[in-house]
């Protein structure tokens, strides 16, 4: 890992890392790296932060440079969920019932949105 800066676990044992102006990572439960999401889906990110992973197994990522989040489902195209309304988004996480949390630093306060 590069400058490795958050880390969510997966369902399937594994857990998943954002590295500092770089990439995303996910390793299975024997920290073996299974894929790197900027491969996989051929996505550039700026600066990635904040991951998390819904019930689905989708992979959600805060990027502070872009100042979004997108979705990276197991199979499909990536998804921008957030594209506005965020300053500086970092920590994140995913409830049970849908709602996704997003410390936004640049505005000093944790933005819900379903």
Request: overall charge positive.
């Amino acid at each position: 890992l590069q400058g490795p800066r958050y880390v969510s676990p997966v369902p399937s044992g594994g857990f998943v890392v954002s590295e500092e102006c770089g990439d995303v990572k996910v390793f299975m439960s024997s920290r073996k790296l299974l894929c790197s999401l900027s491969s996989k889906y051929g996505h550039q990110f700026g600066n990635p932060a904040g991951v998390c992973v819904d019930r689905d197994g989708s992979i959600l990522v805060a990027d502070e440079q872009r100042r979004t989040v997108h979705l990276f489902p197991e199979h499909g195209a990536p998804i921008c969920l957030v594209s506005t309304g965020l300053r500086r988004p970092a920590g994140m996480a995913c409830s049970s019932s849908g709602h996704l949390f997003v410390a936004d630093t640049g505005e000093n306060c944790v933005k819900v949105f379903k």
